[in-house]
């Protein structure tokens, strides 16, 4: 099973919105609606910012949000801030044989 | 708290072999699936193995098959990962994580222990 695709960097000004796009194919991100979002700072653990394409876990900001069209999942985040900066990363289901794929992450830098 | 914590990683040859271990508290361990999920240097995550509630399933990635084994005591709030046979390509930083079902997210990860395989 390979790795989601994903940008390997998508940069913006603060405030800005950006979008990170994660390509899977028919048998993971197009056949389940279990895709989830991690966020991951340098040195630390990733954290979960969105789950099952679009929801957003309790004290996760709103300006975090998420998307699926086909085999391909998406990652907005709005009013771009500092502290946005971070390597994220998308995972879907892959069916019970496979299970979890991760995708290859995106780092973000914010200008 | 809800926490997961990892330990007994370190330096091993070759073709060795570690004990992982993660312990968990603020939450009913014996409710959940659990995972295994990998970093190597400067790389990205990778999911390795998980283990439903009473133990029954295990899977594993292919890469590990055969040489890794996944293990849980719900008495003692601990999951395990027996890796043996171990090689380069196994150095990483390696995560617990929760979740309640297979292809559920994962919601709460422990802070790594780093696994490092060389001569």
């Known amino acids: 099973q390979s790795a989601l695709t994903q940008p390997a960097s998508v940069s913006g000004s603060p405030g800005q919105s950006i979008t990170i796009s994660c390509t899977g194919t028919?048998?993971?991100?197009?056949?389940?609606?279990?895709v989830s979002w991690y966020q991951q700072h340098p040195g630390k653990a990733p954290k979960l910012m969105i789950y099952?394409?679009?929801k957003r876990p309790s004290g996760v900001s709103n300006r975090f949000s998420g998307s699926k069209s086909g085999n391909t999942a998406s990652l907005t985040i709005s009013g771009l801030q500092a502290e946005d900066e971070a390597d994220y990363y998308c995972?879907?289901?892959?069916?019970?044989?496979?299970?979890?794929?991760f995708g290859t992450g995106t780092k973000v830098t914010v200008l | 708290e809800v926490q997961l914590v990892e330990s007994g990683g370190g330096l091993v040859q070759p073709g060795g072999s570690l004990r992982l271990s993660c312990a968990a508290s603020?939450?009913?361990?014996?409710?959940?699936?659990m995972s295994w999920v990998r970093q190597a240097p400067g790389k990205g995550l990778e999911w390795v193995a998980n283990?439903?509630?009473?133990?029954?399933?295990?899977y594993y990635v292919d890469s590990v098959k055969g040489r890794f084994t996944i293990s849980r005591d719900n008495a003692k709030n601990s999951l395990y990962l027996q890796m043996n046979s171990l090689r380069a390509e196994d150095t990483a930083v390696y995560y617990c994580?929760?979740?309640?079902?297979?292809?559920?997210?994962?919601?709460?990860w422990g802070q790594g222990t780093m696994v490092t395989v060389s001569s």
């Open positions: 283990i439903k509630q009473d133990g029954s399933e295990k």
């Open positions: 028919s048998s993971d991100v197009g056949s389940y609606n279990l």
């Open positions: 603020g939450f009913t361990f014996s409710s959940y699936w």
């Open positions: 994580a929760r979740q309640e079902y297979p292809g559920d997210a994962f919601d709460i």
């Open positions: 995972c879907s289901y892959a069916g019970s044989s496979t299970f979890d794929v």
């Open positions: 099952e394409v679009s």
